[in-house]
C-alpha cells in the first residue's frame, strides 16, 4: 500500500523559511511526478510546486522565486524549500505523487506564518 507522509510544517514569522519534505513509500511505489499542493479551509485545494523523476519543474506563479522544490535520486523523498514566507502562504500543504492513472496524497502538514 503506497503512503505519503509530509513534515516540516510549524509556525514562523514572516520572511522566514521552512523546509517541508515528503516521504513515499510501498512496495510498487514509482512515481513519474510529485508535487506539493495547499489548501487553506473553505478554499480549493492550489497547485504549488511539482517534479518530475527527469528533474523538470514547474512552479505556482504566487511562489515563483521564494519556493524551490526538489527530490532524491529514487524520488521517494520530495522536499519543498519555502523563503520568505508570507502571512498568505498560510495553508495545509499536501503532498501528490502520480504513477500512471492513479494519484495518491498525503494527509498534509500545516505552515503557519504569522506577520
Avoid at 48 to 67: C, E, M, P, W
Wanted: charged residues 20%; neutral net charge.
Amino acid at each position: 500500500q503506497v503512503q505519503l507522509v509530509e513534515s516540516g510544517g510549524d509556525l514562523v514569522q514572516a520572511g522566514e523559511s521552512l523546509r517541508l519534505s515528503c516521504v513515499g513509500s510501498g512496495p510498487s511505489y514509482n512515481p513519474s511526478v510529485m508535487a506539493w499542493y495547499r489548501q487553506v479551509p473553505g478554499q480549493e485545494r492550489d497547485f504549488i510546486a511539482g517534479i518530475y523523476v527527469n528533474g523538470l519543474t514547474k512552479y505556482a506563479d504566487s511562489v515563483k522565486g521564494r519556493f524551490t522544490i526538489s527530490k532524491d535520486r529514487r524520488m521517494r523523498t520530495v522536499y519543498l524549500q519555502m523563503d520568505s514566507l508570507k502571512p498568505e502562504d498560510s495553508a495545509v500543504y499536501y503532498c501528490h505523487a502520480e504513477q500512471g492513472p492513479v494519484q495518491y496524497w498525503g494527509k498534509g502538514t500545516l505552515v503557519n506564518v504569522s506577520s
